[in-house]
Every structure is written in structure tokens, then in C-alpha cells.
């Protein structure tokens, strides 16, 4: 009898794992793609029907919504550019003070809801009461306000901000993967600073700096937050918030259909943009090459320049962290907002920190800690058992199976909600409406992300810990519970916390499945803005607040024990 | 090639390292990486220095291309001073006119081969011309024997090929002085044997004076003119060659090049500067090791394994020590016995063909040779 001794052993597990996948990423997003030629309502029989694309390309309105997409993902994109690249260069390669902590509020900053920071925007440069506003309108004795936030510039610089924080640690990660001794053997043979950061630094980042900047410009076309936060008052429309109008109008019927067909269009559209950041991407790591020695980059003496580079970094924090959180604060004390100034104090109260429990309430927190236990764990098991046949196994297909746990990553978070709806309703299936739909729609969102992380971990344990395992007579599945996870373990808890955290902030997927009875976190401080903005600031400095303490304990609890390269 | 020495006399200088100091500040706190570093090295020179990894080599390496700056201390490369904390003194890198050689290379991978060694000739103090900076690529790629590889990329390239590129880009500069850190460890071990011999015909037929940083002691042996060896930020012994391995100044200089056994003992005879008698477990030694030792002093001898020479019955000679043999090793030119006197290890090397026909269950009989018999004080503590 002839059989692979390896797959022998792998058993089934790994053609399971790549069904099981396919099924759950593949599901809703067939559907929504066999429902883009269809009209009506999902789960009610309709004809097939090419309508829905000939509508978009013989819409007006569509034209120009695909413009201002563009627009504010090549906005966003110099944005981000503007703030992360010089950011990620200081950090990376100068002795700028007080690294540790940047890099800190860096990563807590990942973590704070983009729709709380467009809210507080909206309280800073509206044009009717903007704080900002109202100031320069007195300083300047202006008729009108001088700036607009419901304006495309505006929201794409509020987005790039929000955006920066990634965009760092991801530009940083390629400055140190630079073999320093490309620009050590330029200097020691004469060439000057600039020389060298013209010919061989900037070349050599270049692909990564494209690749950076393709990735944020394939994630700023598919956010929904701020640009339906900002953009929809002023009836700015990009594909994201066309989708949502669409299935939320607030008149006549849902029109799946032609928002599938919207959805699919953009889906095509950042899967191919991201198919040339990972094209750009190897290239860029052909750049990167290990050196043999640990010697640690000299750091670029900054001097008196030092200043500069705070002031720079600060540039960046008060806009985007600082700014918006001290405006929710203070709105947060106020019924009625007030201009901030010491005459205003005496009317501030806490009544919205002490109204939270009722404001929240019992079925809200709860749905919301469902939400974020459920999926955190759903994703980290899915991720190491995918990282496990991805990384370590012979399975044939594991390459497909890579794919396909990275998909959902290319699909925007409207359009996976909305085939994710859409595959409910047609197949009629209880979890719509329910917690359950937001836990799944997440778990499925999450995955190419959590599959990303686990690789990179599995990656670093040497294979030959687990083969000392096998020829002593280990079983794989063995292998996997006793040796891999105890050294994995750390990496996949800080993995499972960031999940939590992220479904703690995801709020475009949550809008979208929206029902009176999967009311979270994110959705009821959306829906009590209008009507309670105090309420809704107190509810969003908690939510900070909380975020920031549980990021930090994690860390020091984790920090020693995540894995180091064996 | 004697072409391309001409001139050299007026350009190449020596380099003069005095009293290096350096810390670094870790977790754990400071660790001196250099305690007090003093070399010189003549003008056309190649100077190897030879150290277990984290002995300060590299960076005092790295201290002379001013790619680090010591805490205290001064560096003089062609009578200019490089580096001179006290004096507030630093030259930056680009300014000292010296080339290095990278253990990774530093070979750019988004340029090819010409513009990897001409970029810094386009972009250094002085502006060439056009015509003489590709007559100095020409120049340093015969050299290094890549003649015709100019358009080829540099990620196309072997790693035998990317070290002569790397050669070649710093003699193009032509340099006071050239700095090598580790450049053979990325090799395989043939290549490595081949570069070898190329880099230092290369380097004597240029003149050039060079700082060659390695672990490797065959590698120093071979390849340098004088050899430092360095442990824990400091400089043991520095010297030829032949002197290092056969006139070890002190037991760390011993263990590192080469193998010897040891053998602890008391002067009990014999004259300030030798021959010295010592007292053994093993039994009366005399050695004729040049070193001042008074009566009484405790001693370690120490014997290389090509020094011994064993004989199956006990011989009328001095030195011979009775030995079973506890292991043997068939090297094809030789036979290694690792012997066992009194529970003392002694490793002999026997090339004569007899030698092979010993057994091991017998005991047999190692002359210690008393003109290559070492003799070290015993040193409480290293510092």
C-alpha cells in the first residue's frame, strides 16, 4: 500500500480547514455576486437581469460618485504619505526623543474609533458652530466660516489621519528591513548625505514606499466611516456610502441588486490594487537583504534638529489624536455645546458619565461583549489551524488556502456586509438581524488579518522543533497542541486582544447588518449623536479610555512573552 | 598590475590607533567594548585583527572608518587626525579618504556593476570627470578580474562576484587605507580559500595598507603581515605570524591560535631567562622558553600536538612522559593521539609512519620537545 507518509499523518484536517474557508468567505460573496443580476429584494424569485450594470454605467451620478472615490483615495494617500513617511524615518533611523512613547500612542491610536475623530472634527469646523470656526470668525471678524469640514479635501485629510498610524509601522518596518550597510559603504567611500539619500536610500525604499502607498489607497476607497460621517450631510457621495444610501434609503425600497453590482465593481477594483502591492511588494523585499551581523543601525544624530522632528511628530498628534479627544471631552460636559472658555465652565456637568449605564445599556454591552469574545476566539483558532497548513504542512492546496483566508481583506467592509445580508436574506436564515450575523461577518473580516499574524509568528518557530517531535513519535494534531501553540501562545493571545479591540471599533459592518436588536457599542453612539451629542462624547471618552487601559495591560503582560526568532 | 602602483608611494599613509575606550549602554548596563585599544600600522601593511565574536574587533574597525566614535582616545590615519574625543576632533566617514569592505558587501542591489563602483566617485568631494571615472571603474574591474561585467546587475551577481565588486569600488577611490570586516564569512569554504590568496595579492600589489577584521585564524595566518589578537576590548599580542603561533605571550594568546595541551607546574630551577626547571605532576620538565620566571613561581606549560613525539618504549631522553591513549584519530598526513598521563590530557600529532602502528590499549611514551615547550605564569585573573 502506497501513501504519503505526510498527508498520512495530516490526516484530513487540512482539506477540512480549506472547505470550511472556502465556505465562508466564498458563500456570501458568490452571493452577492449572483445577485448583482438580479433585482428586487433577496429571497423573493426574480429574473437574471444585466440591468443593474447598465444602470451604473448610464448613471451620472455614478460617474461622479467614481470620481470623488478617486479623489478621496488619492487625498487621503498624499496625506498619509505626508505625515507617516517623515514620522516612520524619524523613528526608524534618528535618536528622536522619547521614541517608546510615540510608537505607544501610535498603536493606541490604531485602536480609537475613526467615526469618534470625524465627530469631533464635525464639533471643531462645521461650518454653523465649528469651535474652530466660530474662534477665527472672531479673531478674523469673518462673515463666514473659513473652513468647511463637509468638503472632499476635508474629509480625505481627516481619513489620512486616521489612516497614519499603520501607515508608519508599516514604512518603518521596511527602514529597518534596509541593509544599513548600503548607505555605511556609500559614506565610508565619500559620498555626501544627500547623494546618498537621492541615489541609494530613496531607490532602494522606493518599492515600499509605492507599496505602502497603493495599500492605503486601496483601504481609503473602501472605508465608510468618515466619509459618510462628513461627507453625507453635504450629499458627498463615494462608492462606500452610495452602497449603504442604497440599501438604507430614506425613501422607497432597499436596491440590493444595484449595490451588489456597485460593491462587486469595487471589490475587483482593490483586489486588483492589492494584487500590485503584493507585486510590489517582492520587489521590494529582493531590496531587503539579512545581513549577517546583529549590528544595529547607527542612529542619525539629530542635534538641534531634534526640536524639530517634536514639533514635527506633534504636527501630526494634536490634529489627529489630541485635538479630537479634548473636543469630545469637553463636549462630552456640556448639553448644549458650548464655545470653550472658562465662562462656559460653570454649566458643565457629568450628568452624561452618570446617565452611561442607562445610555449603553444592559443589552448593548452585552451584544458588544458577545461580539468582541466571540470573534476574537472564532478567528485566532480559524488562523492557527490556516497558519498551521499554510506555513507547516504538505497540504497540496495551501497555497489557495492563503488566498482564501486573505480575501475578505480585499473586500470592503460594505460590500462583505452587504452580500452578507444579502446571503442571509436569500437563504432565509435565522442569524439575520441577530448579534450572530455581526459576530460572523467580523470573524470573516478578521481572518486575513489574524491568518497574517499567526503566519508571521509560525514562521519564526524553526521547523525542526516540530520534526523533533514527529520522529519521537508525535502525532501532527499532537505536535500542534504541544509544542507549537505553548510557544505561539503569547502571539496568538495579543492577536485575540487586538481582534476584540478592532470589533470594539468596526462600525461600517455593525450600520450595515444594523437591527434594534444587535445594537453595539459603535452603532449606539452613531445613533444617539444627533439626538444626545453629550451622551454620545461620554460614551466615546469612556470607550478611549478603556481602550488605551486594555491595550496597555495586555502589553506589559505580554511584552516578555511574545516569541523571539528561535 | 605594476601599473597601477604607481605613484603609490606618496599616497598611502599608515594609520595610528592610540588608547581606544569605548561603552555601550544596554539593558543590562554599560559594557566596555574597548578597553584601551593601541595599534599602529605601517604604511602598506596588512594587519589582521583576530578575536572571538564581541572581542571589540569590528568595532574598533568601525571606530577608524568613523563609523563609531570611541569615548576617549585618538586615530591618526596619514598624519591627520581622524578622531579625537578630547580635542573635540571628528573627521566624518566620507572625509577620511579610506575604503571598506562589508561583510554583507554593501553591494546596492537597484544598481549594476559599473554604477555600484562609480556612484561614489560621481558623488564624492571631488567632481571627476566623465571620461576618468569610467577609466577608474575599467581600472578597478581588471583589477578584481570582472572585466566585462559592467552592465550586469548587482542582484544577478554571485557572492564570490559581489565581494570583487566590493573590492573594486574601493580600490576605484583609491584609498589611503583599506578596512575589511569579515569579508570571507558569507562564503562557502572554497571560495573562501580562493579569495583569500586574491585579496592579498591584490592588496601587496597595490601596496595599499589594509585593517583586515576576522575570527578566523587561518585565515590571519595566511593572510596577514602582522596580527592583533584581540579578547574582551583589548589587544593580547600583537606580531608576525609565525611569532603569534610560536611565541604565544601569554595562555588566552595560546588556546586561541592553534591547539596546545597544558600542564601546571613550579619553577623549582634553572636560570632567570631559562632554561627553567618545572615541577609537574607529571614528573620534572626543563623549558626553554625565553621568558623571565624566578625560582619559585608557579607556572602552566604548554605543548603543541606537532611538538610531541611518542615512542612505544621509555626513552633515555628529558621531558618524556609516560601516557595511555585514550582516543585516536586517523588524519590521512598524520595521526592525532589525545593521551591521558595521570588524568592531564595531552594531544600529539604524529606524522612518521610507524606512528600509526601504535595501539591503544598500551602505554606508550611523549617527548615534549623543551626548545617548543611553552612557559606561562599563572595568571590569577584576566585583567
Not at chain 1, 490526516?11 to 477540512?16: E, Q, S, V
Not at chain 2, 553591494?107 to 567632481?127: A, C, M, Q, T, Y
Not at chain 2, 601516557?323 to 586517523?330: K, L
Amino acid at each position: 500500500m502506497k501513501t504519503d507518509p505526510s498527508s498520512r499523518r495530516e490526516g484530513r484536517t487540512p482539506l477540512f480547514v480549506l472547505l470550511l474557508t472556502l465556505a465562508l468567505v466564498l458563500g456570501p460573496i458568490l452571493t452577492a455576486l449572483w445577485f448583482s443580476f438580479h433585482t428586487g429584494l433577496p429571497g423573493f424569485p426574480s429574473p437574471y437581469t444585466l440591468k443593474n450594470y447598465v444602470d451604473i454605467l448610464g448613471s451620472s451620478k455614478v460617474y461622479g460618485v467614481f470620481l470623488n472615490t478617486l479623489g478621496l483615495g488619492v487625498g487621503t494617500m498624499i496625506t498619509v504619505m505626508l505625515f507617516a513617511v517623515p514620522l516612520a524615518w524619524l523613528l526608524a533611523r534618528t535618536d528622536l526623543p522619547a521614541k517608546s512613547l510615540w510608537l505607544t500612542v501610535l498603536s493606541v491610536e490604531i485602536l480609537i474609533p475613526g467615526f469618534l475623530k470625524a465627530f469631533a472634527w464635525i464639533l471643531l469646523l462645521n461650518p454653523r458652530t465649528g469651535i474652530i470656526n466660530v474662534v477665527l470668525m472672531g479673531l478674523l471678524g469673518l462673515e463666514r466660516a473659513p473652513i468647511n469640514i463637509y468638503t472632499l479635501p476635508a474629509i480625505s485629510f481627516i481619513q489620512g489621519l486616521s489612516l497614519t498610524p499603520p501607515a508608519v509601522f508599516m514604512i518603518v518596518t521596511a527602514f529597518r528591513a534596509m541593509d544599513i550597510s548600503l548607505e555605511e559603504s556609500a559614506r565610508v567611500h565619500g559620498m555626501r548625505y544627500g547623494a546618498i539619500a537621492r541615489r541609494i536610500t530613496l531607490p532602494l525604499m522606493m518599492p515600499a514606499l509605492v507599496a505602502a502607498l497603493l495599500y492605503y489607497f486601496v483601504t481609503a476607497i473602501e472605508t465608510f466611516e468618515i466619509p459618510a460621517i462628513l461627507g453625507l450631510p453635504s450629499r458627498i457621495f463615494v462608492v462606500t456610502t452610495l452602497i449603504y444610501e442604497s440599501t438604507q434609503p430614506d425613501a422607497g425600497l432597499p436596491n440590493y441588486g444595484g449595490a451588489s453590482s456597485i460593491g462587486i465593481l469595487l471589490s475587483a477594483f482593490s483586489t486588483a490594487g492589492l494584487y500590485f502591492y503584493f507585486r510590489t511588494l517582492r520587489r521590494a523585499n529582493q531590496y531587503a537583504v539579512i545581513t549577517g551581523k546583529g549590528y544595529r543601525a547607527r542612529e542619525i544624530t539629530l542635534g538641534k534638529w531634534k526640536w524639530v522632528g517634536m514639533a514635527f511628530a506633534l504636527c501630526y498628534l494634536l490634529p489627529a489624536l489630541v485635538l479630537p479627544f479634548l473636543t469630545l471631552v469637553w463636549a462630552s460636559l456640556f448639553r448644549y455645546l458650548q464655545a470653550p472658555s472658562l465662562k462656559a465652565l460653570p454649566l458643565a456637568s457629568l450628568d452624561a458619565y452618570t446617565k452611561i449605564w442607562d445610555a449603553a445599556g444592559p443589552t448593548v454591552l452585552m451584544n458588544t461583549a458577545l461580539l468582541m469574545a466571540i470573534t476574537a476566539t472564532l478567528v485566532m483558532s480559524l488562523s492557527v489551524l490556516i497558519s498551521w497548513v499554510v506555513i507547516r504542512s504538505s497540504f497540496r492546496w495551501k497555497k489557495t488556502l492563503d488566498m482564501a483566508a486573505f480575501l475578505p481583506h480585499a473586500v470592503p467592509s460594505v460590500v462583505f456586509a452587504l452580500a452578507l445580508a444579502i446571503f442571509a436574506l436569500t437563504l432565509r436564515l435565522p442569524i439575520y438581524g441577530t448579534i450572530f450575523i455581526l459576530i460572523f461577518g467580523n470573524t470573516i473580516k478578521y481572518l486575513g488579518w489574524g491568518t497574517r499574524s499567526v503566519n508571521s509568528t509560525m514562521i519564526q518557530i524553526h521547523k525542526e522543533l516540530e520534526e523533533a517531535g514527529q520522529v519521537h513519535g508525535m502525532v501532527r494534531l499532537q505536535v500542534l497542541r504541544r509544542v507549537i501553540l505553548p510557544l505561539i501562545g503569547p502571539s496568538v493571545v495579543n492577536g485575540w486582544m487586538w481582534i476584540a479591540l478592532l470589533a470594539l471599533r468596526e462600525v461600517t459592518m455593525a450600520l450595515m447588518l444594523y437591527s434594534t436588536n444587535n445594537v453595539v457599542i459603535s452603532t449606539q453612539i452613531w445613533s444617539l449623536w444627533r439626538a444626545d451629542t453629550a451622551q454620545a462624547a461620554a460614551i466615546g471618552v469612556v470607550l478611549v479610555i478603556v481602550v488605551a487601559v486594555v491595550w496597555f495591560l495586555a502589553r506589559k503582560f505580554l511584552e516578555s512573552r511574545l516569541v523571539h526568532p528561535f | 598590475m605594476a601599473g597601477a602602483s604607481v605613484g603609490i608611494e606618496e599616497l598611502y599613509e599608515m594609520i595610528r590607533v592610540t588608547g581606544l575606550i569605548k561603552e555601550y549602554r544596554t539593558d543590562q548596563g554599560a559594557v566596555k567594548a574597548l578597553r584601551g585599544i593601541s595599534l599602529d600600522i605601517e604604511k602598506g601593511e596588512f594587519c589582521v585583527l583576530l578575536g572571538p565574536s564581541g572581542c571589540g574587533k569590528t568595532t574598533t574597525l568601525r571606530c577608524v572608518a568613523g563609523l563609531e566614535q570611541p569615548d576617549s582616545g585618538e586615530i591618526i590615519i596619514e598624519d591627520t587626525v581622524m578622531n579625537s574625543p578630547q580635542r573635540k576632533i571628528y573627521v566624518p566617514p566620507e572625509d577620511r579618504g579610506i575604503g571598506m569592505i562589508f561583510q554583507s558587501y554593501g553591494i546596492w542591489p537597484h544598481l549594476d556593476v559599473f554604477h555600484n563602483i562609480s556612484l561614489p566617485l560621481e558623488h564624492g568631494k571631488k567632481i571627476l570627470p566623465r571620461s576618468e571615472i569610467r577609466d577608474r571603474v575599467a581600472e578597478a574591474l581588471d583589477l578584481v578580474r570582472l572585466k566585462g561585467l559592467e552592465g550586469r546587475r548587482a542582484t544577478d551577481l554571485s557572492g564570490g562576484q559581489q565581494q570583487r565588486v566590493a573590492l573594486a569600488r574601493s580600490f576605484a577611490c583609491k584609498p589611503k587605507v583599506l578596512l575589511m570586516d569579515e569579508p570571507l564569512s558569507n562564503l562557502d569554504a572554497k571560495l573562501r580559500e580562493e579569495m583569500r590568496s586574491e585579496i592579498k595579492q591584490i592588496t601587496s600589489s597595490v601596496g595599499i595598507t589594509v585593517l583586515y577584521v576576522t575570527h578566523d585564524q587561518s585565515e590571519a595566518l595566511v593572510m596577514g603581515d602582522v596580527v592583533a589578537v584581540m579578547r574582551g576590548g583589548m589587544i593580547l599580542q600583537r606580531g608576525s605570524p609565525e611569532e603569534i603561533y610560536s611565541r604565544p605571550e601569554s595562555l588566552e594568546v595560546a588556546e586561541f591560535l592553534g591547539e596546545m595541551s597544558f600542564i601546571q607546574g613550579r619553577k623549582v630551577g634553572g636560570g632567570l631567562r631559562g632554561p627553567h626547571l618545572v615541577e609537574t605532576r607529571l614528573g620534572n620538565f626543563m623549558s626553554d622558553s625565553a621568558r623571565e620566571v624566578s625560582v619559585g613561581e608557579n607556572v602552566v606549560l604548554g605543548i603543541r600536538p606537532e611538538d610531541i613525539q611518542l615512542c612505544g618504549e621509555k626513552p633515555q631522553a628529558n621531558n618524556a612522559v609516560a601516557a595511555s591513549i585514550v582516543h585516536r584519530q586517523f588524519l590521512g598526513n598524520a595521526t592525532m593521539y589525545e593521551l591521558n598521563s595521570s588524568g592531564i590530557r595531552i594531544s600529539a600529532r604524529a606524522t612518521i609512519r610507524p606512528a600509526s602502528t601504535y595501539s591503544s590499549d598500551g602505554t606508550i611514551f611523549a617527548v615534549l620537545d623543551m626548545s617548543c615547550l611553552h612557559l606561562f605564569r599563572c595568571v590569577e585573573s584576566r585583567e
